[in-house]
């Protein structure tokens, strides 16, 4: 009897929450609090402040997260139904603000018009190959420059559409409904892009899954907690972006000068880990409980670790897009050359894609030697650190490397990511070889 009265309410709780729908869920987790509000809005004032005093980014970065901020304290009161619409109407008027009202009216009413594209009722192949005929007419207009839209248009556009779109296309192919006018605006034009032209490619069905998955005050002190870290990345950036010396033959003349130099031009990173940590932070406070952009890259123990810690977003975008695509039509020949294969294709996939977002900001394509030996050579070296992960089974190692061992990984990973980053980051080879050889010249 005893074990009956310990069971049967467990299992009953369970029946309970089972009961209860995800919609009913999402309105409980956005439950108001009158103190635990002002305790959030007391940080974003904090958090202003530092922007404001520190000047941690430049152009209309205050403007955008002041009106981020000023749109959160509107939308925690509303009821939870107008809640999404609130934040889309704020990222409309973010983006007249930040943009112009010609420039944000086209980027919307584009991205309205492919949206009514994809909502016909026809099949899906017709529906994506109209999408792919508007894609080809503005690329055209970005090589050009033509149609007379202002050239402030071009790099926005890319911005929002050049990843987002794929994810949005692979998701509607295989979606059992299709996506509302509401869904499809919030994915699509959250009010940091209208600002920040390097987004990270937020997945749709992640922001739909985790949109008030957990308490609101929660979801949104995580957030914050990730606006502080960003916050203190770019302010260690700037730190840094004052001390560098110009990675060129002509500043480096001292061995100090070539490690120290390569470190720091590593470390300029921090510029886009810190946007992103603030970008998906900001996202937090309107329900998006989205996980972290970047893990702690710096400690890295190899370079599949490496990969699988640094802008998360890419990585997780390739693996839905290119890697399980291609793995799972390759593995019934062999699960190592479908892995070998596929971690090949993403990497292909990775550097050619880096030119199209070249493309949309610059409005040409980059090819460099510097850029393709970067990715064909962490692309390889990932491939051969994959193997020799894996056992003979294709299973990984079950022994864990100790501490001592680890730190050697984890420093010899930073060295070399160092050096390959050096190379990445140069005008050419040549250049990239005289800066490591005419220090010795004094």
Not at 10 to 35: F, H, I, Q
Not at 202 to 211: K, N, P, S
Request: aromatic residues 18%; charged residues 15%; positive net charge.
């Amino acid at each position: 009897m005893s074990t009956a009265s310990i069971t049967l309410p467990a299992a009953g709780s369970k029946l309970k929450a089972a009961a209860v729908s995800p919609a009913e869920r999402r309105l409980a987790n956005a439950a108001t609090d009158p103190l635990k509000f002002l305790a959030l809005a007391g940080q974003l004032a904090a958090v202003l402040a530092v922007f404001v005093v520190f000047r941690v980014d430049e152009g209309g970065f205050l403007r955008m997260a002041a009106a981020t901020c000023g749109a959160f304290l509107v939308h925690y009161w509303l009821p939870f139904r107008w809640k999404e619409p609130w934040w889309i109407a704020a990222s409309w008027g973010g983006a007249v603000v930040l943009l112009g009202p010609v420039v944000a009216g086209l980027i919307i009413g584009i991205g309205l018009a492919i949206f009514a594209v994809l909502a016909l009722p026809i099949a899906f192949r017709y529906r994506l190959a109209l999408v792919c005929v508007i894609g080809a007419a503005l690329i055209y207009g970005r090589a050009t420059l033509g149609f007379g839209i202002p050239w402030k248009f071009w790099p926005a556009f890319g911005a929002i559409f050049m990843f987002r779109l794929v994810i949005y296309l692979y998701d509607l192919r295989f979606a059992k409904g299709r996506p509302s006018l509401q869904e499809y605006c919030a994915y699509f034009f959250p009010l940091p892009n209208f600002y920040f032209l390097l987004f990270p490619v937020v997945d749709f069905q992640t922001l739909r899954r985790t949109f008030y998955q957990r308490d609101i005050h929660a979801i949104a002190q995580q957030g914050i907690g990730w606006i502080v870290r960003g916050t203190a990345q770019l302010c260690l950036y700037r730190l840094i972006y004052q001390l560098k010396p110009a990675f060129t033959p002509v500043e480096v003349t001292t061995l100090w000068q070539l490690l120290s130099g390569m470190v720091l031009v590593y470390m300029l990173y921090l510029r886009v880990s810190g946007h992103f940590h603030i970008i998906v932070g900001f996202l937090h406070l309107f329900g998006y409980d989205l996980p972290e952009t970047h893990r702690r890259y710096l400690l890295a123990s190899s370079l599949t670790d490496f990969w699988r810690r640094i802008n998360i977003y890419w990585k997780d975008f390739m693996v839905k897009v290119v890697y399980f695509p291609v793995f799972f039509r390759l593995r019934k020949r062999s699960q190592t050359l479908a892995q070998v294969v596929a971690t090949a294709a993403v990497f292909v996939v990775t550097w050619a894609t880096h030119s199209y977002q070249w493309f949309w900001f610059r409005g040409d394509i980059l090819f460099t030697w510097p850029d393709t030996l970067f990715w064909g050579i962490l692309g390889a070296l990932v491939i051969v650190n994959l193997l020799i992960e894996q056992g003979a089974d294709g299973q990984r190692a079950a022994s864990a490397p100790g501490p001592v061992r680890r730190v050697v990984q984890t420093a010899a990973t930073f060295a070399f990511i160092v050096v390959l980053w050096s190379l990445w980051q140069s005008p050419s080879v040549g250049e990239w070889l005289d800066v490591l050889t005419y220090w010795q010249a004094g």
